[in-house]
Every structure is written in C-alpha cells, then in structure tokens.
C-alpha cells in the first residue's frame, strides 16, 4: 500500500504564481524527501527534510513537515514553466534502505 | 558520470516470454533498487539489495527475480511475463553516508501482449 498521499493529483496555475502541494503519511518517519518527474524521465531529488526539522529551503522551494499531523507541502514560488512536472514525496517508513512514494501530484504551469 | 544506466528503454513481450532488465550504476553506491511505476499508482517497490551479495523483497516481488552481480550491477529478471506487468520499471540507487537519497535511471518501458 502507498505510504504516502498526495494532494491535489493535478494542478494547472499560471506562469509566475506559486504552487503548493500536500503529502500525508502514515507511519512514523526519520525524513521525508520530494522527488521530480519531467514526462518520460526518471525521478530527480529535490530536498529532504528530517522529522525533526519543520521548515526547510532550496531555491524556489520551500517544504514543511508537521510530524503531529503526518503531512508536508511543498511550495514552489515564482512558478516557471519548467516546474511542469509530476512531483512525489517519498518517505523512508522507518527504515532508511526502502523509499516509500505517494501518487504524485501532476503540476502544469501554462505561460 | 552516466550515474544510473538501464536498458533497455523499451521493450514488447509476448505472454510467456522471459527478458531481464539490466541496470548499472558508476557512483559506488552500495544500495540498489527496483521499482515499477504504473498510471495513478505511484512507484511501487518490487526488490532492493543494500550491498553486494544481499537482495530483499519489497512491496510487489511476485513475478520477478533479481540479481546483485556486483557492486555496480543489478538486474530484473521476468520469467514468464505476464500482461500485468506491463510497466515502466525504474532502476535506483543510494550511496552509503547518503541520507536516503535516490538517484534514478531513465526507465525501462516494458509492453506485455
């Protein structure tokens, strides 16, 4: 069963606007990583975030983690259209060896 | 630094058949892994091996076999393909001192009739 749930499944926004994302959980975590999909490509790593950290920053994207509620969001500011993408946050469940994906979220940024 | 190689891109088996997906990484990374990534189900983890000579199943291994060859190889093996496994199969893996990142190939596109 996926581990992690991600909100919304799609999201289309315009050029220059923020988007925001949203992964819940199940079980207890040591991090929670986000993960980029351009169509027809592997995944590429974008950040992690340790359970005990609430708030962290790469560039343009700001991801939070709210152990109590078992979720994260991650913002992407000043959206361009080559943030157009599948997003998925991955948790290690546990265990560090065994990433655990959500669903992914289906970004369209439209210029 | 090629990172993470697989082949092949695509493939299209007829039931029955038997094909193994190869996989290499040049990082020195002790983990290796295999997923499959289906429309609206994520990426769902089939085997993984921590280190050379160690393999483990993960969510759905049924169907598959896989092979640690080495440090920089790792392989997926489908006996007799099924049209269920129809899929795009993603190789992984993950340095030791690294906190859990993954590093991807580009995936293996496989078609079962």
């Known amino acids: 069963s996926q581990q992690g749930e991600e909100d919304p499944q799609a999201l289309s926004i315009q050029e220059g606007e923020n988007a925001t994302m949203n992964c819940s959980y199940k079980t207890s975590i040591n991090n929670l990583q986000w993960y980029r999909q351009n169509s027809g490509r592997g995944l590429v790593h974008l950040i992690l975030i340790r359970s005990n950290e609430r708030e962290k920053h790469s560039g343009r994207l700001r991801v939070t983690l709210d152990t109590s509620k078992k979720s994260s969001s991650l913002l992407i500011t000043a959206s361009r259209a080559a943030d157009t993408a599948s997003y998925f946050c991955?948790?290690?469940?546990?265990?560090?060896?065994?990433?655990?994906f959500g669903q992914g979220t289906r970004l369209t940024i439209n210029p | 630094n090629a990172g993470v190689t697989q082949t092949p891109k695509f493939q299209v088996l007829k039931t029955g058949q038997s094909m193994t997906l190869q996989c290499a990484q040049d990082?020195?990374?002790?983990?290796m892994y295999w997923y499959r990534q289906d429309p609206g189900m994520g990426l769902r983890l089939i085997y993984y091996?921590?280190?050379?000579?160690?393999?483990d199943k993960g969510e759905v291994p049924n169907g598959y076999n896989v092979s640690r060859l080495n440090k920089r190889e790792f392989s997926l093996r489908l006996e007799s393909a099924a049209p269920s496994q129809t899929s795009v199969y993603f190789c992984?893996?993950?340095?030791?001192?690294?906190?859990?990142?993954?590093?991807f190939g580009e995936g293996s596109r496989l078609t079962v009739l």
């Open positions: 091996s921590a280190s050379e000579g160690t393999t």
């Open positions: 992984a893996s993950m340095g030791q001192g690294h906190t859990g990142e993954l590093f």
């Open positions: 991955a948790t290690d469940r546990g265990g560090a060896q065994k990433l655990v």
């Open positions: 990082m020195n990374h002790n983990s």
